[in-house]
């Protein structure tokens, strides 16, 4: 199994850019999160969907911030538009049917806005 | 929210050494997992362990979940297992959503 892919992985961009970020979940995985690593606040769940639905979006920063999963193999995460304080590193996870199972990561995007 | 606390927050170590690395949860979970985030910043998993434990390799973890904490132990630690370790949680119930602890910074000296 290729694991969780995410696109790119190195992203530089000016402020006020819009910004998309992209992954693809393990197959046959059906929930799906995005998280969002900084120095100050660590690592922290923005979004996640399950069978392609979003479940709870109560960690996303703000309105700039928006989350697609339009079908079980893809998602996209997009900030419009970016400021400084949006760089971080961006992971994408997935993990199996039910609450009792484990979330693979993928390698994550990092996201320097200037 | 569910509070996760790990300590120490740094050790460094020679290698060939063994270490314990804890993690304090404050709440029922159905989920705990353990990562180590190596120098890349890849976030690799090393163990699934709401209860129990397991060994793999040099590595081992036991989670007391009526007690709510958990051990990973390194032993005979390699500079390659210099990095990040982090322990998440997720609530019992229905919300699968990984509360993270701060991570504990492992350095291994050759």
């Known amino acids: 199994d290729a694991g969780v892919i995410q696109s790119p992985r190195h992203e530089v961009t000016e402020m006020g850019q819009e910004v998309t970020l992209r992954c693809k979940p393990i197959?046959?995985?059906?929930?799906l999160f995005w998280y969002r690593q900084t120095m100050m606040r660590g690592l922290e769940l923005l979004i996640y969907f399950n069978n392609n639905v979003p479940i709870d979006d109560s960690g996303m920063p703000e309105d700039r911030f928006s989350a697609k999963m339009p079908n079980a193999s893809f998602s996209t995460l997009k900030i419009q538009p970016s400021e400084p304080r949006d760089s971080a590193v961006y992971f994408c996870?997935?993990?199996?049917?039910?609450?009792?199972?484990?979330?693979?990561f993928g390698p994550g995007t990092r996201l320097t806005v200037t | 929210g569910i509070q996760v606390e790990q300590s120490p927050p740094d050790l460094i170590l020679q290698e060939g050494a063994n270490s314990t690395l804890r993690c304090n949860f404050s709440d029922s979970v159905n989920n705990l997992q353990w990562f180590h985030q190596n120098p890349w910043g890849q976030l690799i998993n090393l163990f699934y362990?709401?209860?129990g434990t397991k060994q793999n390799g040099r590595l081992s973890a036991t989670t007391v979940a009526t007690e709510r904490y958990s051990l990973l132990y390194i032993s005979s630690s390699q500079t390659t297992d210099s990095g990040v370790y982090f322990c998440?949680?997720?609530?019992?119930?229905?919300?699968?959503?990984?509360?993270f602890g701060k991570g504990i910074t492992l350095s291994v000296r050759p």
């Open positions: 996870a997935s993990k199996g049917q039910g609450t009792a199972y484990e979330q693979y």
């Open positions: 362990i709401p209860s």
């Open positions: 197959s046959g995985h059906n929930s």
């Open positions: 998440a949680v997720a609530l019992t119930g229905a919300n699968s959503k990984l509360t």
